[in-house]
Structures are given as C-alpha cells and as structure tokens.
C-alpha cells in the first residue's frame, strides 16, 4: 500500500502590544506609535505632515524618510499615482530615492 501525501502544519501565536497616538496642533499632525512583542522586541514610529513641500516625514527605526503622493488625472475617471520618497540611514548615513508610478 502506498500513502499519500503528508501534510504538517504549526501553529504559533506571538502577541503583540501596539499602541498610538495621533496629536493635532498649530496645524500640524503627529501620529506617535510603537509596538512590543512576546520576546521583548519593540519598536517606535513617529509620522509628520510636512506643510512646507506638502509631504509626510517618518522616523522609523533607523530610518529618516520623507514622502509625497499626487493624484493625476487619468483616462476613463481612472486616477494615476505617483509617489516620491527619499530616506537616508540614520546610522550608516546612507541616502536613498524612490519613484513609484
């Protein structure tokens, strides 16, 4: 007789604790967020909108990035997207650029 395929399968959970917090003031959006899990490994964000070039800067990690979305008008109501984003390393100083269409 031969057997058919076997098939094993593991399940694990990992809690997981998020927090955040989203702050207006003087015109300006702040979203603080950060994040901790089972294993002691956390994590923090902060988002501002950018008012003076219309973006959103992050701090993520180790991460600097800057980013901008426009909404073209496109054919048959259908809208194009194009988005910029710069970032830079803030430990290696490395920089980095990025144009999504």
């Excluded at 800057?66 to 430990?91: I, K, N, Y």
């Amino acid at each position: 007789l031969s057997e058919g395929p076997s098939l094993r399968a593991r399940v694990s959970a990992r809690p997981r604790l998020k927090v955040l917090k989203r702050l207006q003031a003087k015109g300006n959006r702040l979203l603080l967020g950060g994040s901790c899990d089972s294993a002691g490994r956390c994590s923090f964000e902060a988002k501002c909108a950018e008012p003076l070039l219309g973006g959103t800067i992050a701090l993520s990690g180790r991460s600097l990035r800057w980013s901008r979305l426009w909404l073209l008008p496109g054919l048959a109501d259908a809208a194009t997207r194009v988005e910029v984003c710069s970032a830079v390393d803030l430990r290696t100083g490395k920089p980095d650029a990025e144009l999504r269409l």
